[in-house]
């Protein structure tokens, strides 16, 4: 990732998936179409879901750039503007949590350029991720101010809950489980949880499922009950405490057990500060227990295929250690500082700030290093026209010149995700996806004899032009969901679903023009609607609240 020379490092891994989605959305919003349901120009044409499983909102700011900028200057233009997003969000959560200017200012630079935000949006580009850890202090927040402050606040709570559900599935899903998980214990410890805030949680969750209701519908209609593939349960690269403390204090971003130095300091000493204030205490001690559960102290092993398998990499906790530890850090800085003279105070802040911002500088400079980016290879086209991942053991780079060479090989890991689950579990799992005669390879077989076709993509369409010679049946390399739909020749059609998962028509000797294409319920479009509806009572109820806080002011100055 360097910017200044017009780089991207690291493509591989997830780069691959999240590029080719923006990628897709751009395409459809040229061509006039705002919603994205299936990829039509990348992900190998071959018609892949992943938009309807994996949450899009916040990457169409980015795709919005692609008009005015080159795709390596609108990805860094969309990372910077997550990152002071990422910044206001924290700032204001804390602030709302403890009213304290200073601590928020802390909080906010300690979460946001936190090592492990860092790893997600710099070194490996897991980007649903990193988008969701922008949300996770307005959803704690929220979660805060309904069980324990100020409970006329849980719209916080549920909007908080709802953008983590634009950005990543798997964050809300680990999201929810913690809330519940540290209700349970407060029930079972203190057993004090009034109606009141009881009909403040039920207001949450009613409006934050009608923000997300659109995202989450073809959940309901094309995904439950429908046998698709989805990312295997599992616990991989655990590693142990020694690690996590080890690789922090060395502050390098490439180990994935890390929170970064001024973190793993805040966990070791945070014990020490917040001993005779419960609350904090209590953010202490959950904030090491997820540190704890991330690494082989947890029976990982034994819960793997649980539902705790979900969560496929243990380490992936550490948005939550690291958001829970930089409540407790902030805590710290701000009680050292509190009795000492305003001088000193500021001294001590600008100390901190020159400190902190040398740190971060290394590390990045550790990132964007000459050896590690000499040492990349301009990724290069895949002529042979092959699909082949790419080796994730090297590092490869792109500028605009070979930005779209991504999009010829196929995602390491995601392409497949949400296909149905006879195109990759068969016998002939790979004549049915990544080898010669597969889905990915755009191979039909027209009465059941193979034939490479290459569609027209348009947005939420594929269109092939087909001649047989006599009639039958073409089994089409493009998958079958719900709400897919078939035209021949400008007629509707009924399809089958072929033994790899995907359309296969009945068609008659001739030319034949087949569009395949994807339609969502109108169950999709009804809460669109009503999410747009929802955040506008958000909106005006925000300014109300702003303007009768304003008046009030007014009238305690008179």
């Known amino acids: 990732m360097v910017m200044k020379d017009g780089v991207i490092n690291g493509i591989a891994s997830d780069a691959g998936f999240h590029f080719s989605r923006v990628e897709q959305i751009y395409d459809n919003l040229k061509n006039g179409s705002f919603f994205t349901f299936i990829a039509t ?79 997600l949006g710099i070194v490996n580009l897991v980007l649903g991720e990193f988008v969701a850890y922008t949300f ?35 964050s809300l899903y680990l999201t929810v489980l913690i809330f519940i998980t540290i209700l349970i214990c407060n029930i079972i410890i203190k057993n004090n949880l009034s109606k009141g805030r009881l009909l403040s949680l039920v207001k949450s969750i009613i409006t934050a499922i009608l923000l997300m209701g659109y995202v989450l519908v073809p959940f309901l209609t094309d995904y439950l009950g429908k046998n698709l593939k989805v990312p295997a349960k599992g616990a991989w690269f655990v590693n142990t405490i020694n690690d996590l403390i080890s690789s922090s204090l060395a502050n390098g971003p490439f180990a994935a057990y890390n929170i970064g130095f001024f973190l793993i300091v805040g966990a070791l000493i945070g014990w020490y500060f917040v001993k005779n204030n419960n609350l904090e205490l209590s953010i202490y001690i959950s904030g090491i227990l997820i540190l704890l559960m991330s ?18 990499f243990p380490y992936r906790l550490h948005s939550y250690g690291s958001l829970l530890i930089a409540v407790t850090t902030s805590f710290i800085l701000v009680k050292i500082l509190k009795k000492k003279p305003k001088r000193t105070r500021m001294l001590t802040y600008v100390a901190f700030l020159i ?55 196929s995602v390491t890991f995601g392409e497949s995700d949400y296909y149905p689950k006879k195109s990759v579990n068969g016998k002939n799992t790979p004549e049915y996806i990544g080898k010669e005669g597969g889905i990915w390879q755009k191979v039909a077989f027209i009465n059941n004899k193979k034939k490479n076709v290459i569609p027209v993509g348009t947005p939420n369409n594929l269109t092939y032009f087909i001649k047989t010679s006599k009639s039958g049946s073409i089994d089409l390399p493009v998958v079958a969901y719900s709400n897919t739909y078939a035209y021949i020749n400008g007629s509707r059609t009924n399809y089958s679903i072929s033994k790899r998962g995907t359309v296969s028509v009945q ?16 169950a999709f479009y009804f809460f669109v609607v009503v999410a747009i509806a929802t955040w506008a009572c958000l909106f005006l109820s925000w300014i109300y609240r702003l303007n009768k806080h304003t008046r009030q002011q007014v009238i305690q100055k008179e």
């Open 41 to 119: 120009n990348t992900f190998h044409q071959t018609g892949a879901g992943s938009f309807l499983f994996y949450p899009t909102v916040f990457l169409y700011p980015w795709a919005f750039l692609r008009f005015f900028l080159d795709p390596v200057s609108s990805f860094y233009c969309w990372y910077g503007i997550m990152t002071f997003l990422c910044l206001m969000i924290s700032y204001f959560s804390m602030k709302s949590f403890s009213k304290e200017t200073s601590r928020s200012a802390f909080f906010a630079l300690l979460y946001t350029f936190g090592l492990y935000r860092l790893r």
């Open 136 to 170: 996770l202090p307005l959803a704690f927040v929220g979660f805060y101010q309904v069980f324990w402050g100020d409970s006329r606040k849980w719209y916080d709570l549920a909007i908080g809950v709802a953008l983590i559900g634009y950005s990543h599935f798997l």
């Open 295 to 312: 690494t082989s102290f947890f029976p990982w092993e034994g819960v793997k295929k649980t539902f705790l398998g979900t969560i496929q």
């Open 355 to 409: 400190i902190f911002g040398i740190s971060y500088s290394g590390v990045i400079q550790t990132v964007n290093s000459k050896e590690r980016i000499n040492s990349a290879q301009y990724l290069a086209p895949n002529k042979d026209g092959s699909v082949q991942p790419l080796d994730t053991h090297n590092l490869y780079k792109v500028d605009k010149r070979n930005y779209h060479n991504i999009f010829q090989y």
């Open 507 to 522: 068609v008659k000797s001739g030319n034949n023009r087949i569009t395949v294409g994807y339609k969502p319920s109108m």
